[in-house]
């Protein structure tokens, strides 16, 4: 669109199969597709959505407050994207981020269904890893699955993440408090500093 500007940080990873990069205001309907297409797959993985989570005006607003949050540094959304950028295959998102002496964030994603068991998303969070660790300087990130996910918890132990605890009825999932698995991983390269 002819003189349009996104007031929001600019990421753009690329990696052998994906462009990986910040969610920005034109990305409602491709995230409205994404939600709408992977609905029920979601569905037992995900908080309960309301409708608006298919349709880009629900997007639109959401996507406000995203880049809000983006723009004072306390999330990153990334999108996991096709490399002619058309299609979301996926999204991980890095929330909570807090800083002083702490540096750390959570760590949330989600992939498409027709892009399962092909290492998309290990391909994609090693790039956006490496992003928060050098140039968002997190010390720690952690990411919770619940137990019977077990490729969630391969693909975190893969990415090097260990488990550090156990919490019963830890997040309300599909409607039903679902116990998870704690795990963390350390950027052991930290230095303070910056």
Known sequence: MFGYRSSGPKVRLVTD??????????DAYRMADYYSI???FLKPWEPLRDESHCYPSGWQARLGMINELQKQGSAYYFILLDPDEKEVRGVANFSNVLRGSFHACYLGYSLGERW????????ALQAAIRYMFRHQHMHRIMANYMPHNQ?????LKRLGFE????AKRYLLINGK?????????VNQEWTPGR
């Open 17 to 26: 199969r994906l462009v990986v990069r910040l969610v920005n205001d034109r």
């Open 38 to 40: 992977n609905r029920d």
């Open 116 to 123: 399962q068991g092909q290492g998309m998303m290990y391909e």
């Open 151 to 155: 490729r969630s918890g391969d693909l």
């Open 163 to 166: 488990q550090e605890g156990y």
């Open 177 to 185: 408090w679902e116990d998870h698995v704690l795990t963390a991983l």
